[in-house]
């Protein structure tokens, strides 16, 4: 069992930056497939950025492609989103995840959150972006 949390969230004048976290407990990341989703008012959950296992594949959504990078860093079982140059049309409640069922590709795992028995949600942060 995998609990992750979430934190970094808050509001951001539009060109702004921010660095969401997410920390997980209870089992390592390495062997996990991991993502940020967001979910904005209205909308469907997006996937935004996915990481393979081994930390060697991403894959961006196009909205953020260029603006938002996904890292790890193993030895604190954390997982980062650095996000640049904010508009107001990133604003939404951001979600990490991990899954440990392979997928066909780091790609579906955005495209298709994850459902599975050995999919892990957190909690979600806000982020507003607004002058």
């Known amino acids: 069992q995998v609990q992750l949390v979430e934190s970094g969230g808050g509001l951001v004048q539009p060109g702004g930056s921010l660095r969401l976290s997410c920390a997980a407990t209870?089992?390592?990341?390495?062997?996990?497939?991991i993502g940020w989703f967001r979910q904005a008012p209205g909308k469907e959950r997006e996937g935004i950025a996915c990481?393979?296992?081994?930390?060697?594949?991403?894959y961006y959504a196009e909205s953020v492609k260029g603006r938002f990078t996904i890292s790890r860093d193993d030895d604190k079982n954390t997982v980062y989103l650095q996000m640049g140059s904010l508009q107001p049309e990133d604003t939404a409640v951001y979600y990490c995840?991990?899954?440990?069922?392979?997928?066909?590709?780091?790609?579906?795992?955005?495209?298709?959150?994850?459902?599975?028995?050995?999919?892990?949600w957190g909690q979600g942060t806000q982020v507003t972006v607004s002058s």
């Open positions: 995840a991990a899954e440990f069922q392979p997928r066909a590709s780091i790609e579906a795992v955005c495209q298709n959150p994850p459902k599975s028995a050995s999919a892990y």
């Open positions: 990481m393979s296992p081994n930390g060697v594949v991403t």
């Open positions: 209870g089992d390592t990341l390495p062997g996990y497939q």
